[in-house]
């Protein structure tokens, strides 16, 4: 298993300075940030996940220190052979660290697991969207709208997290607006319901009303009806 300056010594070594310099301005709150791309980082988080001293302890050495290590935690978590239970485990002691946008959207993405086993994961995902957190809300959020939004009974239980979600942090507001674009652009009668009666901030609302109008799959038609139900 490599140790802790053996991860960072590799990361340094597919690090692009500029490349840090540019995402970095894109993160508020970004901690220090090597500069290594999202598919290396998941490429290199695979060979990690994969490590036979086990998940667990391959985790156990990224610290929280650069941008980096934390996204390789959460991308291992999300590629590792795990029973679910371990897996919530482990991700309920990444959210801390998952404190920005990136983190906790690339992390979210990596979840596929979790459309396997429903049963598992949607109580857990709809129990994080109710906190008041910014970024463990926004991540039951995006995992939602990311593995479940496929099926019709998924669209219901996105919007009724989002509904439910209490935070008043940009990031999780930013995340519910995102979520009820996706419903919406999916199922537009389902999103146009629960527009006209939503109980969504205005911001929140006019927000998803943003991103459904500028979905390329969202019709004339329908971006014009949703733009009559701005607030």
């Known amino acids: ?13 597919m690090a692009e300075p500029e490349y840090a310099a540019f995402a970095s301005r894109l993160i508020p709150g970004c901690p220090p940030m090597l500069g290594v791309r999202l598919p290396a980082l998941r490429r290199y988080a695979a060979k990690l996940a994969r490590d036979p001293a086990g998940p667990q302890a391959v985790v156990a050495q990224l610290g929280p220190e650069v941008f980096e290590t934390r996204m390789l935690r ?7 052979k795990l029973p679910s239970g371990e897996r919530w485990r482990m991700l309920e002691d990444f959210l801390p660290l998952a404190d920005n946008w990136s983190l906790c ?5 990596g979840c596929r697991f979790m459309a396997k086993d ?32 496929g099926t019709p009974e998924g669209r219901r239980l996105t919007l009724d997290a989002c509904a439910a979600a209490p935070c008043p942090a940009l990031y ?3 995340g519910a607006a995102w979520a009820v674009s996706v419903v919406a652009v999916k199922e537009p009668e389902l999103g146009l319901a629960f527009l ?6 205005d911001f929140t609302h006019n927000k998803a009303i943003q991103k459904i109008r500028e979905s390329r799959r ?14």
């Open 1 to 13: 298993m490599p140790t802790q300056s053996e991860i960072l010594a590799r990361l340094s070594a």
């Open 118 to 149: 429903p049963g598992f994961w949607l109580p857990r995902l709809q129990e994080l969207a109710r906190r008041d957190q910014e970024f463990p809300a926004r991540f039951g959020l995006v995992c939602l709208l990311d593995h479940f939004t």
């Open 218 to 231: 969202a019709t004339q038609e329908y971006r014009a009806a949703v733009l009559a139900l701005k607030r």
């Open 196 to 201: 006209r009666s939503d109980p969504l901030d």
């Open 172 to 174: 999780t507001r930013l």
């Open 74 to 80: 959460g991308m291992v978590i999300g590629c590792a």
């Open 105 to 109: 959207d690339s992390t979210a993405a």
